[in-house]
């Protein structure tokens, strides 16, 4: 008997994070009809060894990933799930290094029956308590109304750690997102390998994904009613400064126009320039998190970018960065 949900966990040299953080929260779920799929790119076996004990309550898969990259990792298993088991209805997509909270997956399949969503957010919760500088944050968004996951029209994202339950999202976390599988078979629409340009680290393809599917497709993001997931950052994934500004930029040139490229009239430069503001001060945002002050590897980053940016649109394929056909190697 087919199961109703299959999770999807791409992981790469992370074995001690998804021992300890993902498949054991799966155990716990109050939830039962799953199973899980783990497509492990990592350089030895031992993903592989902690996938497949006994000792799991819930049937676990392990599969060696033929390509590295957290987008073609996740469409990969994806095809993989749909071929298996054609009748399952929702795919959850999840971090090596989440923790689902035991109500998780019950809460994807209650609000997909309720809320007739296509996608479904599984709310992140602080591993901490917050700050008094993120109460206060928290309170002004629920005050001017931006207490939600959300993106204004230069793709910037914000979200609260109190978001209704339930209410519409604008785009979906990667580390608990919970997918209606006509998504794949009958939109055709796929994670965006293309991002993996830079790096397997394929920097905003949740919000990408997710956001394409509610704006080009008319799709619904809800936010669960009820479970929530923690994530602790175990790493190794990111990239040097140089790499990381080309791929932040490379990234969301190809979304805004994948989004915004039929945009006409005033509203146009309009978007440009809010668009070109914002990717600056991202860069900088960049450095800052990365407490780096490399603002020449920064720079090189962005000219890497946009020299890789004129390429892709002179292919003219950027209609096709969530398509199936463009899915590299296949």
Same mark, same amino acid.
């Given at each position: 008997m087919a199961p109703e949900i299959v999770v999807i966990i791409p992981t790469k040299n992370r074995a001690a994070a998804i021992e300890k953080y993902a498949l054991p929260s799966l155990a716990r779920s109050v939830y039962r009809d799953f199973v899980c799929v783990v497509w492990d790119a990592s350089d030895d076996e031992l993903?592989?060894?902690?996938?497949?004990?006994?000792?799991w309550n819930f049937d676990a898969f392990w599969f060696r990933a033929p390509r590295i990259g957290s987008s073609s990792?996740?469409?990969? *298993? #994806?095809?993989y799930a749909l071929d298996k088991w054609p009748d399952a209805r929702f795919a959850v997509f999840m971090d090596d290094d989440a923790e689902f909270s035991p109500d998780a997956l019950d809460g994807v399949t209650r609000t997909f029956a309720e809320r007739g969503a296509t996608i479904v957010n599984i709310p992140q919760k602080p591993i901490y308590s917050p700050s008094l500088h993120s109460r206060l944050m928290n309170g002004l968004k629920r005050a001017l109304g931006m207490n939600r996951h959300g993106v204004t029209s230069f793709l910037y994202n914000y979200g609260g750690s109190d978001e209704a339950r339930g209410g519409d999202m604008e785009w979906a976390s990667g580390g608990g997102m919970g997918v209606d599988v006509n998504v794949f078979r009958k939109m055709g629409v796929f994670f965006p390998e293309?991002?993996?340009?830079?790096?397997?680290? *394929? #920097?905003?393809?949740?919000?990408?994904?997710?956001?394409?599917?509610r704006k080009k497709m008319r799709g619904s993001i809800v936010n669960a009613l009820n479970g929530h997931f923690l994530h602790y950052a175990a790493g190794n994934a990111r990239l040097d400064v140089e790499n990381m500004a080309a791929s932040k930029w490379y990234n969301f040139h190809l979304l805004f126009g994948a989004i915004y490229g039929d945009a006409k009239g005033l509203k146009r430069p309009c978007l440009v320039l809010a668009f070109k503001s914002f990717m600056y001060a991202a860069v900088l945002k960049l450095l800052f998190r990365a407490r780096s002050l490399d603002i020449a590897g920064a720079a090189r980053g962005v000219r890497k970018a946009n020299d890789e940016v004129a390429r892709y649109r002179a292919r003219g394929d950027n209609g096709g960065l969530f398509r199936a056909d463009s899915r590299r190697g296949r």
């Open positions: 993903t592989k060894d902690i996938t497949e004990k006994e000792s990792q996740r469409n990969d *298993a #994806l095809l293309e991002f993996q340009r830079f790096g397997g680290y *394929a #920097l905003g393809e949740d919000l990408a994904f997710s956001l394409f599917i």
